[in-house]
């Protein structure tokens, strides 16, 4: 809004929850509104509307987008990857896709490095919901593992796929019975990749905006796989 423009945050957030208001089914003023709060680092209420602007509409990629900067600024990996890959299943290769795939790549290596041939470090994050605790340390054992002889051999992308694939696996036991968008919509949708044997073609497809020649080779060469993954996001609606 003009507000938002002229750096009146006040006015602007006023704005939309009088938007809202009048027109409670908007996704978009719930997405200004989130955004605006995040600006100001008011991460629970911004967490709360950028919630439930993807209740409303889970295809506005830059809704997912939002509140992955939300959980990420409150230091909660898991939290912030899912919806991440959430949109750049919407998003696999638009002029920002590359941005947040590095974003999302980057968090995923978070808190791992290596000294030298020997010493790698891994720093543990205990911040955040407990219920997602335990895959955010497998995270950080799995990237760790990058540097051992075992996945020496491994090309980047074929690490990423394992990654995911012991990501998403773990999804369907770690989800507490409480229902919300995290169990709802992300564990949901990326433990049915592994059910229906889809999580490597996926991994190429958020992959494409890398533009790298082993994406394009694998898909070539994996036009079954491939296409069978683009009628599964068919029948999400995706």
């Avoid at 696996?169 to 889809?198: G, H, P």
Wanted: glycine share 2%; charged share 20%.
């Amino acid at each position: 809004t003009a507000y938002d423009l002229q750096d009146k945050t006040n006015e602007a957030i006023t704005a939309y929850e009088q938007g809202i208001q009048e027109f409670p089914d908007n996704s978009l003023l719930y997405y200004n509104l989130a955004l605006t709060q995040n600006n100001i680092k008011d991460y629970s209420k911004a967490q709360e509307n950028a919630i439930k602007a993807i209740t409303l509409n889970n295809k506005h990629a830059s809704s997912h987008i939002l509140l992955s900067s939300i959980m990420q600024g409150q230091g909660e990996r898991v939290k912030a990857i899912l919806p991440m890959y959430y949109a750049l299943m919407l998003e696999p290769n638009a002029p920002r896709s590359i941005q947040n795939y590095l974003k999302l790549r980057t968090m995923l290596s978070s808190g791992v490095s290596k000294s030298n041939q020997t010493n790698i470090m891994v720093q543990m994050n205990m911040k955040g919901d407990t219920t997602y605790r335990a895959i955010d340390v497998t995270i950080s054992l799995i990237s760790a593992t990058k540097y051992t002889n075992e996945n020496s051999n491994k090309t980047d992308l074929e690490f990423f796929c394992d990654m995911n694939e012991l990501v998403f696996s773990m999804l369907t036991n770690s989800t507490s019975d409480t229902r919300n968008i995290w169990k709802e919509l992300y564990a949901t949708t990326f433990s049915d990749l592994v059910t229906t044997k889809n999580v490597i073609p996926f991994t190429y497809y958020i992959s494409q905006s890398n533009s790298s020649e082993k994406v394009v080779a694998w898909i070539q060469k994996n036009k079954d796989s491939f296409d069978g993954f683009k009628n599964w996001l068919a029948s999400k609606g995706i």
